[in-house]
């Protein structure tokens, strides 16, 4: 598996709240759709609790030997602590495809943190989990020492100039709040543009190893896209009375240039959705240490005897077979790499650089 499991698991659910977070702010009344816009994207209130629902769709045509769509899920629930504070969360993670499933999870007690694996639960080390956490309290003591709590506007980017024509749709139900449904579709260019804006200010969002993201998008690589893309659909839902988002729907096609289909694999075309929902908005949320969790040692174990691991996240070009690099070849290297992170781990004792540094061994080539 390319990224940590540790790490990732537990940065895909802070990215979660994030975005939620930033594209939360709003205030004020008025139907005129570029009011409505207006109004959700600035603004200073703040998302401080609630039930996540994330769920990104991917359907391909032209792969050979695969059949069905990507599902990817994310859901739970999140409670804010306050500023520099790790939050508290315990969100599921579902990935099916080609017929299998795979299912992790991660869990913040404040306190303590655990990763969830195919129904077991691992309790994370205590030097593992204050690495992370000080890592986050760092970068947000960065964000407010300079901005408080950067927005997108604050960043040179504005998601309403993103959307073309937008309609204001009436009233929609989303999980028992009512909210204002604009529908529009989307001016890629302008999109691209905001993409570049945003990698270009990666490093003052505390994203670490920034070296790995390129800090611009190039006129060929924006061109590419812009060819690709057809048919984008963008759909946000505000809260009638707050102006806070409460579910945006995201929906395009793709087809792939004839030139560029043997280097993806054969891939023709596709369609993409992403619908992400937020529930029981700012309502105290419980979350609880999970009952006899197993030792965070135990997990390369369950790394090792799990197959599906390396078709759902390794080589793309793995074809499952016994003599295929992707399957359980795959597998093996990450729980080697597991396995010499968690030793890394215990010799860096209560040094935080150290256990930091121990990151690169999760990678591969580390």
């Not at 529009?184 to 804006?197: A, M, R, T, Y």
Request: aromatic residues 4%; positive net charge; contains cysteine.
């Amino acid at each position: 598996m390319r990224s940590p499991i540790r790490s990732s698991l537990l940065a895909l659910a802070l990215l979660a709240i994030s975005v939620m977070v930033v594209a939360g702010c709003g205030g004020g009344g008025g139907e005129d759709p570029q009011k409505v816009l207006k109004e959700t994207f600035s603004g200073n209130k703040k998302v401080t609790s609630g039930t996540l629902d994330l769920s990104l769709t991917v359907s391909t045509d032209g792969i050979q030997n695969v059949k069905g769509p990507i599902v990817l899920s994310l859901t739970g629930p999140f409670q804010s602590q306050g500023t520099n504070t790790l939050p508290k969360f315990d969100f599921d993670l579902k990935i099916g495809a080609q017929g299998q499933n795979f299912t992790a999870g991660a869990i913040s007690t404040g306190d303590k943190g655990y990763i969830k694996l195919q129904g077991n639960t691992y309790e994370v080390s205590s030097q593992v989990f204050n690495s992370f956490k000080q890592g986050f309290q760092r970068s947000q003591t960065q964000q407010n020492g300079t901005k408080q709590n950067p927005s997108f506007s604050s960043l040179g980017v504005n998601p309403k100039d993103w959307l073309k024509s937008p309609q204001n749709k009436g009233d929609a139900d989303v999980e028992g709040t009512t909210t204002i449904h604009i529908a529009s579709g989307v001016d890629i260019s302008k999109l691209l543009d905001g993409i570049s804006q945003l990698l270009s200010k990666a490093g003052s969002l505390g994203v670490t190893q920034t070296q790995r993201l390129p800090t611009t998008l190039t006129a060929a690589q924006k061109k590419k896209v812009e060819d690709a893309i057809q048919d984008p659909a963008f759909d946000v839902y505000t809260g009638k009375k707050d102006k806070i988002v409460r579910r945006i729907t995201i929906k395009l096609k793709f087809k792939v240039a004839a030139s560029s289909q043997q280097r993806a694999n054969g891939l023709k075309s596709g369609e993409i959705t992403l619908d992400a929902k937020i529930a029981n908005l700012n309502q105290p949320q419980t979350i609880n240490a999970p009952a006899n969790p197993k030792p965070f040692s135990d997990l390369s174990s369950a790394l090792s005897g799990l197959g599906a691991l390396g078709a759902l996240s390794g080589g793309a070009g793995g074809t499952g077979g016994t003599g295929s690099t992707g399957g359980t070849g795959s597998t093996s290297g990450s729980s080697a790499r597991v396995q010499a992170y968690a030793q890394c781990v215990q010799q860096a004792g209560s040094d935080v650089a150290k256990a930091q540094a121990c990151a690169k061994l999760l990678t591969p080539g580390g």
